[in-house]
């Protein structure tokens, strides 16, 4: 099976140098959702934008999100569901519930739910990431039934991480697909 990506920037949008990007250039088998306002991010838009991109999939998808874009993806399968969606990959989850690990234009989407997903899931952090502690990251992982892996000291696994294409989380997503 090869499956569609609808890749889910968080904010900022990820820059032009950031893997999300550039995973959305190499396959063709990959939208991104784009929202109208990557600096102000406000729930209720942003979770409109993306049911709005999931209710127009046609094959079976796995939802690739990063940072805000991971809990966003929690927050809609908290709400809706879609039988195209089969799997999901949160890399970074911003941890929105925290004072201490997001800036307060993100605690609009908060709290985060802690709900089992009704789809297969991976959640991948750093053990240095600057928006979410690896502790948390794993209690996270482990509420929403995820499976969890943490890739060593890489940031906030974003273009200042300097990972390019990220081969590393590609391997992750191909060893994902086969698995599901």
Known sequence: MQPHLLIIPG????????????????????????????????????????????????????????????????????????????????????????SEHTPDILWNFAPIPFNKLTFPSLVITSTNDPYVSTERAEFLSKSWGSQFTTIGPKGHINSESNLGIWEEGQDYLKSFVENL
């Open 11 to 98: 904010l900022g949008g990820s820059g032009v140098n950031h893997w999300q990007r550039l995973w959305h250039k190499k396959y063709p088998n990959s939208n991104m959702v784009e929202q109208e306002d990557w600096e102000k991010p406000i729930l209720d838009k942003w979770l409109a934008k993306l049911n709005e991109s999931i209710q127009e999939l046609q094959q079976p998808t796995i939802l690739v999100g990063h940072s805000l874009g991971a809990i966003l993806i929690t927050l809609w399968a908290n709400q809706f569901q879609n039988k195209n969606i089969v799997g999901a990959l949160l890399v970074a989850p911003a941890d929105v519930d925290s």
